[in-house]
């Protein structure tokens, strides 16, 4: 509390406009002041997830440290060094954030599992959001105990754990023409089904499954498709873990576009945790009834995506979600619903746009309280 003391609560707090996310460095230190630890945490908590990790991690010599007035003729005050004495503290006392006031009954997509993501995931729940799909390239380098202790500490399920970017950054699939391409992405989606097993979620199938090549006839890819599909499946089920193909639109593969060539696929590997996920954004691309499509591929389906039909959150464009969530649920579909979506106008305005445009059509659709 001597270190807490040097601070001078300056009006115009410099040390606030060094941090990345704003925060109310006076005030959580005067809380320090005085005692008040758990307060303390709470004001950090206001706008950071993760404070355990940015105490330790976080370059505060050049941040929020490099901007303390008491730096200008001496030792700054340690900032870092309190954060992370407040995390501990609120950690070994089992203080966790406040969760949001109600729950708006939606998952979320976080692009990433490390601090980045998870920071975003903590921000959503205060939103009211009850879990998120997770996305990574290498789980062997997360710490996947810390991955699950933050989601369970933000109150948040993990729902997902998505493969597409191990071929939208890495372009690795399964029905590339090289043998070498074709290992090492089953290779990496069987650690991602590993992950999800941890964090009890289930697995996603895009961009990963690849597309019809010149070097390759189209029953070739079809059976390297199945022969890979049913490879995961096979590996997956002992874990408890499902695997959700995505129907995508043709401006991305041309590989399995529509719901009746899911289905097909589906069929196909014959394996009872290799379902289908329905994408509103897809669907309303890709089939001439989207309404039709859904009650049709009902019973293929584990898992909904919505965004708009311009990408953006819901309620920006022209689809009837209303109507949409009414046919999944006449369906008997109970599962999660996900905003997949562009980060319009920013990550907050987005997700908090969806909430309170999707909360009352959930409420009166699914009748659920804390929608």
Request: proline residues 4%; contains cysteine; glycine residues 8%.
């Amino acid at each position: 509390m001597a270190e807490a003391a040097r601070c001078l609560n300056c009006k115009n707090a410099q040390c606030m406009k060094g941090c990345p996310v704003s925060i109310n460095i006076p005030g959580f230190i005067a809380e320090v002041k005085e005692g008040n630890f758990e307060a303390a945490y709470h004001v950090i908590s206001e706008s950071s997830a993760l404070p355990a990790v940015c105490g330790r991690v976080c370059p505060q010599e050049t941040q929020c440290e490099g901007k303390c007035i008491r730096g200008i003729k001496g030792e700054p005050v340690a900032i870092g060094k309190l954060e992370r004495f407040v995390a501990d503290w609120a950690r070994e006392h089992g203080i966790k954030p406040k969760k949001a006031e109600k729950l708006n009954g939606h998952k979320v997509a976080v692009i990433g599992s490390g601090p980045a993501g998870l920071t975003c995931a903590g921000d959503l729940a205060k939103l009211g959001y009850q879990g998120v799909e997770l996305m990574t390239l290498n789980p062997s380098e997360l710490d996947w105990e810390f991955v699950k202790c933050e989601a369970e500490k933000n109150g948040l399920k993990v729902v997902l754990v998505c493969t597409g970017e191990i071929f939208g950054q890495l372009g690795l699939s399964y029905t590339n023409p090289d043998p070498e391409n074709r290992k090492e992405a089953i290779r990496r989606s069987k650690e991602i089904i590993d992950f999800a097993a941890y964090l009890g979620a289930n697995i996603n199938i895009g961009r990963i499954r690849g597309q019809y090549c010149k070097e390759l006839t189209k029953a070739q890819t079809e059976e390297l498709a199945v022969a890979a599909f049913r490879e995961l499946a096979d590996y997956a089920a002992p874990k408890g873990v499902k695997i959700a193909l995505e129907t995508v639109t043709i401006m991305q593969t041309n590989f399995i576009n529509t719901c009746a060539e899911g289905a097909d696929m589906v069929d196909r590997v014959n394996r009872p945790n290799f379902r289908l996920m329905l994408d509103v954004f897809h669907l309303n691309l890709e089939e001439k009834d989207l309404f039709e499509a859904i009650r049709r591929y009902s019973s293929y389906n584990i898992h909904v995506h919505l965004a708009d039909n311009n990408r953006r959150y819901p309620g920006q464009c022209g689809l009837d979600f209303e109507k949409i969530i009414s046919t999944f649920r006449e369906c008997g579909y109970d599962g999660a619903f996900t905003t997949e979506i562009f980060q319009l106008p920013s990550m907050e305005g987005a997700a908090k746009g969806a909430a309170e445009y999707l909360i009352p059509i959930m409420k009166k659709v699914y009748g659920q309280e804390e929608a």
